[in-house]
């Protein structure tokens, strides 16, 4: 298991090597440039010439490319070009609306999802699994941000029981937390309801298909026995597996989600830095969040060995 661990995370390393070059490229490849945004309006040649310089865009790209290579060997993200702050310092700032929200959509969307998944799976064909697969492909067709304002539409200007937007830290109280990431966690979770839910059903009908199944309602197993112990346990590792690959589901759906409910987290500093041109911010969110999602996918590989005892790293 150890040796595995140290396999995997030596992997990594040129897996993120090659994540910061792209991004680095693509980001400073693109058209637009912050020094014309910082200048202002009708900004002059020159203008824009002194502030590249100050900003240390003047440089060659390889240049702006290796000095940043040698600064995160030493874990230095760099420095907002707009904030003026250290990339890590922002990203601590915003991490808790963040982690908060992957928390609570996490919480929500999981059980919700196994428990529709198992029941659709053992009522297949009935007007049950038609509604619960309709409304699975219903929810995962819809973009995220109509989804958001409807939730925001309904909840909070019609029945005004709910915040429109904003986020209350959890120091501040867990109820008024929990109202202000109650919206958001409905509109992030609900498609990932209907990404779990699909698969469920799909893995659960292909083993309640399987022989040994057959012959375990022939010795007269309980369907409750049945579902719970050994059909669930043995369609274990698809569903964890699209659980960990649902985490870049959550990273993208969670910038689109702060950005609609005004939430203060990493993914709406990524917005604001993309629309500002701010290199360091976006390659420091981007290069944390890759890293974050390989060690997601690590710890689900991890977790086969509690289903399988057949797997050994």
Known sequence: M????????????PVMAIVAIIIFLLLHLAPGDPAAIMAGDNPTPEAIAQIRQQLGLAEPLWRQLLLWVVNL?????????????PVTTLIAQRAE????LALTTTVFAVPIALVLGIAAAAKAGTAFDRCVMGFAVLDFSIPLFVVGYVLIFLFSIE????????YSPIVNGVGAWLRSLTLPTLALGLPYVALIARVTRATMLEVLSEDYMRTARAKGVSSERLLLKHALKNAALPIVTVIGMGVGFLIGGAIVTETVFNIPGIGRLVVDGITRRDYPIIQGVTLILSGVYMLVNLL?????TLFDPRIRY
Do not use: C, N
């Open 2 to 13: 150890g040796s595995y661990i140290i396999r995997r995370l030596s992997s990594a390393i």
């Open 73 to 85: 060997t030493h874990g230095d993200l760099g420095q907002s070009i707009v904030w003026g702050e």
């Open 97 to 100: 609306p963040t982690m908060s």
């Open 159 to 166: 029945f005004k029981w709910l915040p429109v937007q904003g």
């Open 300 to 304: 689900v590989d991890l977790s086969y």
